[in-house]
């Protein structure tokens, strides 16, 4: 079953890549955002330890650089009107937290879901599975039946549960990936939200991935990889990014592009804008 947001992939499939980018077009204009243009947030773990020092500073700057949105990885200690405010205050937006499994769990999920609507955010996913979770194909299959129980759950707020992933999702079980086993086994609703740079290092596809599930990259994170810079920024390295931009702006449903940078040699906060001032050089 689809929701009123989605596409079915038998009509994507059907409608091929012009079709599918103005149905896409058409969804976005419903959800309020700029035709043919995907908005871009940050990670703020990429700033972590200025988020730490100074949170209304790295917000100011993180605007500055022309940043619409933020993905929270923790709150710093906020509550959530205090967050709201700081949002409000530096013009941003959230387009994403992410928050570890067992706050989607149990009698955690409806303080999440009080503390997300908020905040104004609508994208609950979750960074990392504990190891001992994830051994096994089973494993993998059970975890998909409690994300779609977690995505019934949140959808009466408005709300959407989803997965990212880091490089051990690509290692084969049982003949196919943790990644496939997981997402094949999840509905429609539940997002993956594909970490290029790591997707690419665990040997993943990216571009295959947001095709194979179609409407489901609704938000993807803007990480570079490469073989020979390993401080390598947004443009600087291996990602077949107009391969990626295609997928996305077409099949892929995506709603905000997100960069992540996490390589400790370079100051944070200038990195972060360096890659949003090449993404702007690549027409976004």
Same mark, same amino acid.
């Given at each position: 079953?689809?929701?009123?947001?989605?596409?079915?992939?038998?009509?994507?499939?059907?409608?091929?890549?012009?079709?599918?980018?103005?149905?896409?077009?058409?969804?976005?204009?419903?959800?309020?955002?700029?035709?043919?243009?995907?908005?871009?947030?940050?990670?703020?773990?990429?700033?972590?330890?200025?988020?730490?020092?100074?949170?209304?500073?790295?917000?100011?700057?993180?605007? %500055?650089?022309? *940043?619409?949105?933020?993905?929270?990885?923790?709150?710093?200690? /906020?509550?959530? &009107? !205090?967050?709201? #405010?700081? @949002?409000?205050?530096?013009?941003?937006?959230?387009?994403?937290?992410?928050?570890?499994?067992?706050?989607?769990?149990?009698?955690?999920?409806?303080?999440?879901?009080?503390?997300?609507?908020?905040? %104004?955010?609508? *994208?609950?996913?979750?960074?990392?599975?504990?190891?001992?979770? /994830?051994?096994? &194909? !089973?494993?993998? #299959?059970? @975890?998909?039946?409690e994300f779609d129980s977690i995505a019934d759950k949140v959808a009466p707020a408005g709300m959407r549960v989803g997965y990212h992933n880091h490089n051990v999702e690509f290692t084969p079980l049982e003949g196919k990936t943790a990644w496939d086993l997981f997402f094949g086994g999840t509905k429609k609703s539940v997002i993956q939200q594909v970490d290029l740079g790591n997707c690419i290092e665990g040997g993943g596809d990216p571009v295959a991935l947001i095709k194979r599930y179609p409407g489901r990259t609704v938000t993807i994170h803007i990480k570079e990889y490469s073989k020979t810079k390993p401080d390598a920024f947004v443009g600087d390295g291996d990602i077949p990014w107009k391969q990626v931009f295609d997928a996305c702006e077409t099949v892929g449903g995506t709603e905000w592009y997100i960069v992540e940078y996490e390589h400790e040699n370079q100051p944070a906060i200038p990195a972060v804008g360096r890659c949003l001032a090449n993404l702007r050089k690549m027409g976004k």
């Open positions: 079953m689809t929701t009123k947001n989605e596409i079915p992939r038998r009509e994507l499939l059907r409608m091929g890549a012009a079709g599918a980018a103005a149905a896409w077009a058409a969804t976005r204009a419903k959800l309020g955002l700029a035709a043919g243009k995907v908005p871009i947030g940050v990670q703020l773990y990429s700033v972590r330890h200025d988020c730490e020092k100074d949170l209304p500073g790295t917000l100011k700057a993180i605007k %500055g650089f022309g *940043y619409e949105a933020v993905e929270f990885a923790g709150y710093y200690g /906020r509550s959530a &009107a !205090d967050m709201k #405010k700081l @949002l409000d205050d530096h013009g941003l937006k959230c387009c994403g937290t992410h928050t570890a499994l067992d706050t989607l769990e149990g009698d955690a999920l409806a303080k999440t879901v009080e503390y997300n609507k908020a905040i %104004g955010n609508k *994208y609950l996913i979750c960074p990392w599975i504990d190891e001992k979770l /994830r051994k096994t &194909a !089973d494993d993998w #299959k059970k @975890l998909a039946a």
